[in-house]
């Protein structure tokens, strides 16, 4: 039997490659995608296996699973993932799945085990995998060594844990020293949540993302995020002030003298990295712009560090201040249902009531989320009408959802086994 992962002349997706791979081929660039991208049951199995199972994803923090035996769990999909620390202090990932009769092993977000016990019949497994014990019934000729569990592709660097559940993921090392020189100021080893939020948004995934990828909708909308934030991504941003870069350059000066990386940093269109300014006389994310905790993160000595953006396609986006740092996974449950999680992180000796309110500190990005999904929520609606037919992109206020419609049909195409069409002679 052919193996389902491997599409073959039965495939019931074949349809569905061929026609996904000639609309994104013949798609109209700086517009919006055709609408079978953001509602299609098909089209969105193809998201799972050509994108959310192939590239690296953002799974959570290094400092959630600080000692021996904590874990974390992950669904990508229908693939349940488990991330644990092990013994030897090295992050592993496995898929969260039994090898007697498939159940989950473990049930919970996060917790902390001794061994990897399966509750279902307890065959038990040691923090690297492999399996100890299965109990006498299976026989004496019984081959422990090969019924370990299977492992998942894992990469820490800066604090950040990403998962891969492809056979050969893509390369990303690059992008991953960069990140750990950037965030080594913050050392995020030593941080911790202070609070976390989950919501179920009802809307393809593809639309939170191109949400998030433009402030054109920011000053409609995010009354609280504009107390401290500036709607410019960076000094590439064709919108920027003279009085913006201007600040821009006195706070990167301030930068240097601290040794705090500042450049903007590209890596394709799926990462980047740059440190910009808030409004000026802000320094954190807060309703009044000023610090939501009095410890600051890692080695930093001065509030006032701008926001440090990072962008992680397909699935991540965040903010480092000073004081704390704002993360965001998104991943998706169905064509059009998409679960978005907020952690909000401070230094491990941060004392709740003492040095930070959670409750001060999650409110401007609350209000954020809730907008935020009310407008793709919205979004998605119209789409779905008989009447939708793709719209053109701002080239000023939308290069981001540009850039990240460019990166998915890409991917997409090349995973698919095509070749994307030359974007210039596209862009005539």
């Given amino acids: 039997m052919t ?136 026989g004496d000729n019984f081959d422990l060594g090969a019924y370990g569990l299977k492992p998942v592709h894992v990469k820490t660097a800066g604090g950040y844990i990403f998962v891969s559940l492809a056979e050969q993921p893509p390369a990303i090392d690059d992008f991953l020293v960069t990140l750990e020189h950037y965030l080594a100021p913050y050392d995020m080893d030593n941080a911790k949540v202070a ?23 920011c000053n409609g909308a995010h009354p609280e995020l504009l107390n401290s934030l500036q709607e410019f991504d960076d000094t590439d941003d064709p919108r920027a002030t003279p009085a913006y870069k201007a600040l821009v350059e006195r706070k990167q000066a301030d930068w240097d003298a601290q040794e705090v990386p500042w450049q903007l940093k590209r890596f394709g269109k799926r990462n980047r990295l740059t440190r910009t300014p808030l409004l000026d006389g802000t320094v954190s994310m807060t309703m009044d712009g000023q610090p939501a905790c009095k410890k600051l993160m890692g080695r930093l000595t001065s509030p006032d560090m701008g926001s440090l953006r990072i962008l992680h396609l397909p699935n991540s986006w965040n903010h480092f201040m ?53 407008l793709a929520e919205e979004n998605q609606r119209g789409i779905n009408s008989k009447a939708y037919q793709p719209g053109p992109y701002s ?23 095509h070749t994307a069409p030359n974007l210039q002679l596209a862009q005539g």
């Fill in 3 to 138: 193996p389902m992962s491997t599409p073959s002349l039965d495939d019931p997706l074949a349809p569905a490659r061929k026609a996904t791979a000639e609309m994104l081929a013949n798609r109209q660039r700086h517009f919006s995608l055709p609408q079978p991208f953001y509602n299609d049951a098909r089209l969105f199995a193809l998201d799972m296996q050509e994108i959310f199972e192939k590239e690296w994803l953002f799974a959570g923090m290094t400092c959630e699973i600080p000692t021996k035996g904590n874990f974390l769990t992950l669904d990508v999909g229908e693939n349940p993932v488990l991330i644990v620390r092990g013994a030897d202090g090295a992050v592993h990932a496995f898929h969260n799945v039994c090898r007697h009769r498939g159940s989950r092993l473990c049930v919970k977000d996060k917790g902390k085990v001794a061994k990897l016990v399966c509750p279902y019949h307890q065959w038990t497994y040691e923090l690297d995998g492999r399996l100890l014990f299965a109990g006498s019934d299976m």
């Fill in 195 to 217: 609070v976390e939020s989950t919501i179920v948004e009802q809307a393809n995934w593809k639309l939170v993302l191109e949400n998030n990828r433009e402030c054109y909708h």
């Fill in 322 to 374: 000073g004081d704390h740092a704002v993360v965001f996974r998104v991943m998706p449950l169905g064509p059009q249902q998409t679960v978005v999680t907020t952690k909000w992180l401070v230094h491990k000796d941060a004392v709740e009531g003492v040095d930070y309110d959670p409750e001060h500190m999650r409110k401007v990005w609350d209000a954020t989320n809730s907008q935020d999904r009310q």
């Fill in 395 to 417: 080239e000023t206020y939308e290069f981001g959802v540009i850039d990240f419609i460019d990166w998915y049909s890409e991917q997409m195409l090349e995973n698919l086994g």
